[in-house]
């Protein structure tokens, strides 16, 4: 059976596929019941469309061909369509193509889709006494691939596999034909002559044809009325059923194959046929004359005639034909799933859920066909068998997980809801109600733990879902779904499984109250649709070669419904897109399940002879008891059973793992006769015996009671001789597990199914296997199982594993001793004997948690330890080791930048500085930089060290000296921002003075991210002059001079406070210390900086003040990307200060709008207001983040002299305030790692004053934030 969906193509591909109707056809799972007289055709995928959609239908293209000298018809439909061949009176041929299409809403789309319809034609012609018929697509481009249609002609490099085409042919009866389509149905009525049809994907219907047949259907059924002449015939399909009746006695061999799905042929009464079945379920119905000829093996039907040979999956029946005259009834086709459906019967008595598989009742299940790969074009190479049933509460699933030799599946997880995808498992998806979006899913592994949720919304594949070691393939941020589900949800299911030597099996009872949205189900008076499921089952496969010398997994995935996916082929739910009945659906491939109750004796389906069992022999076995054997027998006697039942119980007891060799006998108990075809039977086998039984029984049933008197025949008995070959077994009264501490043993016993009894030795070292690999996937790396069987005792001893020995590598500063106490990991000596307290039992989360612990305590203790480079643990020398890689800091940690600057005072300015971090005493940092004015032929210097205490708080001691040229301006330019506008404009924004001396601090960090830091400071101030007028663009331009300063020596003790909580933060160095700066990507958070500074008094020098600054920054996030950025500023002096140290307002770092630093004064006051709008995106495959910003601000501030009085009152404050409002945008890059981002900034600003106007705004071009 097909699925009925197709996968959802990318949005590109549907924008032009949309204008043609998917055509996907449905296909019978049982051979349809056209029968009789009058019978039609069942009705096509076409014909389902057409009443559910709206079509664009195009001309009838009609034409006549001459019968004279014709005796062969070829028709080649590759194009998805029906073919109809009808046999008609006179001496023409005509042929008839239809043409349609589904609507779209695009008006233009339709017409372009009317004209190339209409443009579909076809010829006809005749060689020799052949016509060949060939349908023709506009442009003559049949294999074109899809393209955009811009026009008519463009669509001719459409798909054409969304047509809906159905070709009529119309001829006089005696000819052969040859007809193939690709995707479609065949309809041949009332032919005579060789008839040869294939289709790929459809159905094929015979009415009252005659003649010798070759029919072949990929997927799909073959059905219909036919009569047969002298020749041989042939019938198969690979996925479908077969149902045909025969007109008139004429027999003729037949070679009939149905893989997937049943035969059932109707035969006149007197018909006679040689009969060879072969069918996969052991079912076979024969409701005609027959007996068992031992010498051929055939089963023969009035005596024998030709050969048929009959091969099916499920079920093969032989039955009558109705009488002479008689029609067959029939009835509207109501149900959508009728030819798509696959029956699950109806049982009385409930299985017991157990994991066998055994038991009888699972033989009237409803067997599905064989799994596909995920892309439906091949099986796998370890089969899944799938059995379905369903009662009044539960609907049954039953699974047989066949392995390849020497494979053991992966087994890991054992509770409720957890990962059980992880594992070798079982995925069941079931929908009770296909008119809505919900649907339930179920993972089930060999260990009887299942995961279940009830899905709300189908989607692309969810990394959460994906097995771990595919996890590590795939990238997870770019895996978008929309899948969603509740796996809070339980089903209250009950499961259990069984794992053997070459399958594992698992029974499932599914509380129907839990599934459907009504309590009850009744398949007679319930509507069509809400007695049929959706359901599909897949089998994620996940094994270890048990004899491979390199452990090492495999994996296969296969399904029922096949998902055409193999990119994510462990992912079911991926959404389809249902054409059809269910057209409109969006959700997971799946197929349809049609809930049927079991047919009464009177049926002719289902009425299969009984025989009695009344007596079981068993020879052979020598250790285990007679009585045990007929114990976990399924067949008891006076047991009544069916002949397919015989080869349930043979393979049941093979699949038990106690023989090697099983061989079934029966012979019938003869009982006193009282008519010749007793006498027959009573030498017959039991098959002959069941057979003729069964004709009896419905000889008796359509006679006459006054026309026959006879009694009904009694049920025969047959005895059971069952000869059994040993496997090694052995007894275990008691089975024990010992050694085990991190798993109870009730439940190893349970995990495993270890029960007490007969036990093959194959069985047992199987689940001794499946208990290491089990610890193994556990993470017990080292764990070891035994077992040995003493006394009728089956002893399990696991050793869990522990650590002999712990080796550290790379450490020389770090003391083993501390390394141990840190890891806190408990080892046993290699002799056995265990230290003070207990070892450990080791397993890999323990050692990961164990060594995480260790590279906390070390970080926070040790000021030589780095980082954990590796660890792994290994087998040495009958020794488990951990073998741990420690780097330890360095003992010296060197770093350097250059130095390019360029100015009016020193012109070109190259140098190099560094620093160099050692751990001689602890963590000790020396820096250093040197650097040569070229114009002024001036050299500047700087150099100091840096002493580091305690590692979680740290507090640190510094000294230096150094000689340096400064700004007068504690508002710094950024250094790009300075030296571009100097080199290339000329620009004189900045005057300069030197400094030189010495310097001293103490610096407190409570966390990373503030510090507290006393500093003291004495230095001499002097005098810079110009020394170049050198720019690029503006060489002949005289730079402004050198503002002169107050020179003199300084002596200052100053106290700084300063935090950062943004979200993203940035850093900068000056003169070596470490200053908390602005960062393009800040959303929120505050940053402050508070100082306080006393120059002179008691610590001598040229200068006497008291200063206070502080700079507070509040970033705070509105409504998505959009946010308002406040910074407040402000420095105060009790004092006059020198001109080097006054304070200015104007420029790009203050009052933009305003030209650099055009007012000054010894205090100042200054707001900046932003609002911004932030976009940030990751490049897919880019280790950055790029983005861009939009803002507009307002920037307002004063300066005052120290003998002002700003305050005095309000008016004169609001009159000293300058303001300037203006927009700004930038780009910018932020590499993942340490480096803050790297920017580019426009901003155009105007002063509000007297003289505003948006005619000349100042534009600023700068490098980086500015606050």
Not at 483 to 505: L, M, P, R
Request: hydrophobic letters at 35%; one cysteine or more; charged letters at 20%.
């Amino acid at each position: 059976m097909l699925p009925i969906s197709r996968a959802i193509f990318s949005y590109s591909y549907l924008l032009y596929f949309f204008m043609l109707t998917l055509h996907l056809p449905i296909q019978h799972v049982e051979a349809a019941d056209h029968e009789g007289e009058g019978s039609t055709p069942p009705p096509t995928v076409n014909d389902t469309i057409s009443k559910a959609q709206s079509l664009i239908l195009g001309t009838p293209s009609t034409e006549t061909f001459s019968f004279t000298d014709v005796y062969h018809i070829e028709l080649n439909l590759n194009i998805p369509g029906n073919i109809e061949l009808i046999a008609t009176e006179g001496n023409v041929i005509t042929v008839t193509l239809e043409k349609q299409a589904r609507e779209t809403t695009n008006t233009k789309q339709n017409a372009l889709i009317r004209d190339y319809l209409n443009n579909i034609t076809f010829t006809g012609t005749q060689s020799d006494d052949t016509l060949q018929l060939r349908i023709r697509l506009p442009g003559n481009a049949p294999e074109a691939q899809p393209g955009p249609p811009p026009n008519p002609e463009d669509l001719q490099t459409l798909r054409y596999d969304g047509l809906q085409l159905k070709c009529t042919i119309k001829t006089p009866a005696d000819v052969s034909v040859k007809l193939h389509t690709k995707t479609g149905d065949i309809s041949v009525q009332r032919i005579r002559g060789k008839i040869e049809t294939s289709t790929e994907n459809g159905n094929v219907h015979l009415n009252e044809t005659s003649g010798n047949y070759n029919i072949r259907v990929t997927k799909g059924n073959i059905d219909g009325q036919i009569l047969l002449t002298q020749g041989q015939n042939k019938l198969e399909t690979q996925n479908g059923s077969i149902g045909l009746v025969v007109l008139d006695p004429v027999a003729a061999p037949m070679d009939i194959t149905a893989q997937g799905g049943s035969i059932r042929l109707r035969l006149p009464e007197n018909y006679g046929a040689d009969v060879e079945f072969e069918s996969q379920k052991q079912q076979i119905v024969v409701n005609l004359p027959a007996q068992f000829d031992e010498e051929t093996g055939f089963t023969l039907i009035n005596d024998g005639g030709p050969l048929f040979r009959l091969k099916a999956t499920d079920t093969i029946s032989l039955l009558p034909s109705s009488p002479s005259g008689e029609k067959a009834p029939t009835e509207p086709e109501t149900n959508p799933f009728a030819d798509a459906a696959q029956p699950v019967p109806q049982i009385v008595k409930a299985p017991v859920i157990d994991g066998n598989l055994s038991e009888i009742g699972w033989q009237t299940a409803a067997l599905l066909s064989p799994f596909q790969n995920p892309d439906g074009t091949d099986v796998p190479s370890n089969p899944t068998e799938t059995f379905l049933m369903w009662d009044a509460e539960n609907f049954y699933v039953g699974v047989k997980a066949y392995l390849s030799d020497s494979f053991l599946p992966y087994v890991s997880q054992t509770q409720h809801d957890s990962p059980i995808w992880e594992d070798e498992c079982i995925e069941i998806l079931i929908d009770p109600d296909p008119k809505t979006a919900i649907y339930y899913h179920f993972v089930i592994n060999p260990m009887s733990a299942y995961f279940d949720q009830r899905v709300n919304t189908p989607g692309e594949p969810s990394f959460q879902f994906a097995p771990r070691d595919v996890q590590t393939t795939l990238n997870r941020r770019t895996m978008q779904t929309a899948f969603k589900a509740d796996s809070t949800w339980n089903s209250e299911a009950k499961v259990a499984s069984q794992i053997n030597t070459t399958f594992w099996s698992l029974e499932v009872a599914l509380p129907r109250k839990m599934l459907e949205p009504s309590p009850e189900m009744d398949s007679q008076s319930a509507p069509v649709i809400e007695s049929r499921w959706l359901f599909n089952v897949h089998r994620k496969l996940y094994s270890s070669n048990m004899k491979s010398l390199i452990p090492a997994k495999s994996r296969e995935y296969s399904y029922w419904q096949s998902t055409y996916d193999n990119e994510f082929p462990w992912w079911p739910h991926s959404p389809h897109e249902y054409v059809g009945a269910l057209s409109g659906r969006y959700g997971p491939a799946m197929g349809v399940l049609e809930f049927v109750t079991t047919p009464s004796a009177s049926e002719d389906f289902a009425s299969e002879t009984k025989v009695r069992v009344a007596t079981i022999e068993i020879k052979g076995n020598t250790k285990i008891p007679t009585e045990a054997i007929q114990q976990s027998l399924p067949i008891q006697p006076e047991d009544i059973i069916t002949s397919p039942q015989l080869s349930w119980l043979i393979t049941a007891l093979r699949e038990q793992g106690w023989f090697q060799d099983v061989r079934l006998e029966t012979k019938q108990i003869e009982e006193a006769v009282s008519d010749p075809q007793s006498a027959v039977r009573k030498n017959s086998d039991p098959q002959s015996a069941i057979r003729s039984q069964k004709e009896d029984v419905d000889s008796s049933e359509t006679s006459s009671p006054i026309a026959d008197n006879r009694q009904p025949i009694a049920i025969p008995s047959i005895s059971l001789h069952i000869r059994v070959t040993e496997a090694p077994v052995l007894f275990a009264q008691e089975i024990k597990i010992g050694g085990n501490r991190s798993f109870p043993s009730r439940f190893i016993k349970e995990w495993f199914q270890l029960e007490s009894g007969y036990l093959a030795v194959a069985a047992v070292r199987l689940k001794q296997q499946l208990i290491s690999d089990f610890y193994s996937n556990r993470g017990y790396e080292f764990a070891t199982v035994a077992y040995q069987s003493v006394n009728d005792v089956l002893e399990f001893s696991i050793d869990e594993g522990t650590l002999h020995e712990i080796r550290f590598t790379g450490n020389s500063r770090i003391s083993r001793a501390e390394l141990l106490s840190a890891l806190d990991l408990k080892t046993q000596d290699s002799d056995g004997e265990r230290d003070s307290q207990a070892s450990d039992i080791y397993h890999h989360s323990l050692g990961q948690s164990k060594i995480n612990s260790m590279r906390k305590k070390l970080s926070e203790n040790n000021e030589h330890f780095k980082s954990v480079r590796d660890w792994r643990v290994q087998r040495e020398g009958g020794k488990n080791v951990m073998i741990v890689d420690i780097e330890e800091q360095p003992f010296a940690r060197p770093g350097g930048f250059p130095i390019l600057q360029f100015n009016r005072v020193h012109g070109l300015m190259l140098g190099a500085g560094g620093t160099l971090s050692t751990r001689l005493t602890g963590t000790e940092q020396v820096f250093g930089s040197i650097s040569y004015g070229f114009s002024s032929e001036i050299w500047n210097y700087h150099g100091g060290i840096e002493k580091g205490f305690f590692k979680r708080q740290r507090l640190k001691f510094g000294g230096s000296f150094y000689k340096l040229t400064d700004v007068s301006s504690n508002l710094y330019l950024h250094h790009g921002d300075a030296t571009l506008s100097a080199t290339y404009y000329g620009s004189a924004l900045q005057d300069y003075y030197q400094r030189r001396g010495s310097q001293g601090w103490i610096t407190y960090a409570p966390s990373e991210w503030s510090y507290l830091r006393l500093e003291f400071t004495g230095e001499r101030h002097d005098n810079l002059s110009k020394s170049t007028d050198w720019s690029y663009l503006n060489r002949n331009l005289i730079k402004r001079g050198n503002s002169r300063i107050n020179r003199g020596q300084l002596r200052s003790l100053s106290l700084v406070y300063a935090f950062d909580t943004r979200d993203h933060r940035s850093t900068t160095t000056r003169h070596f210390h470490t200053l908390f700066s602005a960062n393009e990507r800040t959303r929120r958070g505050w940053r402050g900086q508070f100082a306080v500074e006393m120059v002179g008094q008691g610590f001598g020098g040229d200068y006497d003040f008291n200063f206070y600054r502080f700079e507070l920054a509040r970033y705070t996030p509105l409504s998505g990307s959009h946010q308002l950025n406040i910074r407040v500023a402000g420095d105060f002096s009790d004092a006059p200060l020198p001109r080097q140290r006054l304070l200015h307002l104007g420029g790009g770092n203050t009052l933009r709008g305003h030209n650099f630093n055009v007012f000054a004064g010894d205090n100042r006051l200054l707001l900046n207001l932003e609002y911004r709008l932030i976009k940030e995106t990751t490049p897919s495959g880019q280790d950055a983040v790029l983005g861009w910003t939009l803002s507009c601000f307002l920037d307002t501030g004063s300066v005052w002299w120290h003998d002002d009085a700003p305050f005095s009152d309000f008016e004169n404050f609001t009159t000293r305030l300058k303001t300037s409002i203006g927009v700004g945008c930038s780009v910018f890059v932020d590499p993942f790692g340490n480096p803050s981002p790297w920017s580019l900034a426009l901003e155009v600003a105007e002063p509000l004053n007297a003289s505003f106007s948006l005619r000349n705004p100042l534009i600023i071009l700068r490098l980086d934030r500015m606050f």
